[in-house]
């Protein structure tokens, strides 16, 4: 029913504003973004919302608004993302809304692109700069990158960017750390059993856990939610 549900707004989209989908399928990112455009156009977001923004590990959660169900959810991930493409494009994922809070999963796909954990933790700076410039104090819950069975050799610097982001989280009210790595370890590795064929995307079980950490963050944050939320 999901997968139905956005076929037909990829459809719909379509029909609406042709000219602007023929654009949104040159550019990077695009097609999806635009997707999410009219489905705030059919579904126009009430304000505090709990907002998802990241890559494919939000992006195929397809479970999220039953796994949070006493809060209302919008989903705005896309896969193959880069925080510089949530960056590039905050202002359509992220700043047209007044989320109570924000859940925040990118940084992976940047490692895995060559980037360095200095250069990526920049990224993320950006991110908090226009956030806070364009939501003040809104929460940001930053999910730390996953240990995978795919990208395991990535490790030492995903760790180096989750401390990074984590001390960063010390020093600011408006950023929590979620630490989901120790939970889906087995014997000091990725646990195969959290994962999909591809090794790098997760099955209920993952999605499971990462439920239990984020809720748990939400519910322990000191700020959990906006002003007015």
Request: net charge neutral; charged share 25%; hydrophobic share 40%.
């Amino acid at each position: 029913m999901k997968r139905i549900i956005a076929i037909s707004l990829s459809f719909l989209a379509a029909c609406l504003h042709p000219q602007e989908a023929l654009v949104a399928q040159e550019a990077p990112f695009g097609e999806e973004i635009h997707v999410f455009n009219v489905e705030d156009e059919v579904y126009p977001p009430q304000g505090c919302e709990t907002l998802f923004v990241g890559s494919s590990s939000f992006r195929f959660w397809f479970g999220m608004k039953d796994d949070f169900r006493k809060l209302r959810i919008l989903e705005r991930g896309f896969g193959g993302a880069q925080i510089s493409d949530i960056n590039y494009r905050f202002d359509q994922v992220v700043g047209r809304y007044r989320p109570q809070r924000i859940a925040f999963y990118a940084g992976e796909n940047d490692i895995d692109a060559g980037n360095s954990p200095d250069a990526v933790f920049a990224e993320f700076t950006k991110f908090m700069e226009s956030k806070t410039a364009a939501l003040g104090p809104t929460p940001v819950f930053y999910v730390s990158a996953k240990p995978s069975l795919a990208r395991w050799n990535q490790n030492a610097s995903q760790s180096e960017l989750n401390h990074m982001i984590e001390q960063m989280a010390k020093e600011r009210d408006d950023l929590v750390y979620v630490d989901i790595v120790s939970a889906m370890l087995k014997d000091g590795k990725p646990d195969p059993a959290l994962f999909i064929s591809d090794g790098l995307h997760m099955k209920s079980s993952g999605y499971k856990l990462w439920r239990e950490r984020i809720g748990s963050a939400f519910r322990r944050a000191k700020t959990s939610r906006a002003q007015g939320c």
